[in-house]
C-alpha cells in the first residue's frame, strides 16, 4: 500500500508587522496584514488575503479566492467555500470553475458559519451557523440557513 505525507505548516506567507500565529496550523502562499491573530489549527491558501487588525479563531477554513477585510472577527469553526459543483460534482483541480469571496471591513462572522462565494458589505455581523448563499449588501445581523436579515444597524 503506497502512502503520501505532506507537511505544510507555514509556507511562503506574506506577514504584516506584529502577526500572531499559534501551531499546529496550515498556511500557505498567502497574504496576512498587519496585527492579525490566527489560532490554532487554521488552514489559510493560497492567494487569500487577511487585511490588518483581523482575527481567526481556531478550526477555521479560509479556502483561495478568499479576500477578508481590516478589523473583521472570524469565530470559531468558520467554513469558507469557493466550489459550489456547478456541473453537479466537485470542480477538482478546475479551478476556471471556482468563485471569489470577498469580505469587507469590520465584518463579525460568529462560529461554524459557512460561507460559499459572496461579497459581504461592511458592518455586517454574521450569526453562529448562519449559512450565507447571496451577497449581503446592507450592514445588519445575518441569522439561519440560508442567512437572512434579522435587523439593520445603522
Known amino acids: 500500500m503506497l502512502y503520501e505525507f505532506k507537511k505544510v505548516g ?35 491558501q493560497q492567494n487569500a488575503v487577511i487585511e490588518h487588525d483581523t482575527k481567526i479563531q481556531s478550526h477555521s477554513f479560509i479556502c483561495e479566492m478568499v479576500t477578508i477585510g481590516h478589523h473583521c472577527f472570524i469565530g470559531h469553526g468558520v467554513m469558507f467555500v469557493n466550489d459550489v459543483f456547478t456541473n453537479g460534482k466537485p470542480a477538482g483541480g478546475n479551478k476556471s470553475l471556482w468563485k471569489r469571496t470577498i469580505i469587507g471591513n469590520y465584518v463579525n462572522i460568529g462560529s461554524n458559519a459557512t460561507i460559499l462565494p459572496v461579497n459581504i458589505c461592511d458592518g455586517a455581523v454574521i450569526g453562529a451557523g448562519a449559512v450565507v448563499t447571496k451577497n449581503i449588501e446592507v450592514p445588519g445581523v445575518y441569522v439561519g440557513n440560508p442567512a437572512k436579515l434579522l435587523k439593520s444597524i445603522p
Open 10 to 44: 507555514i509556507q511562503n506567507v506574506q506577514f504584516g508587522k506584529n502577526v500572531r500565529v499559534i501551531e499546529p496550523c496550515n498556511l500557505y502562499n498567502c497574504f496576512i496584514g498587519d496585527d492579525c491573530f490566527v489560532g490554532p489549527f487554521v488552514e489559510i
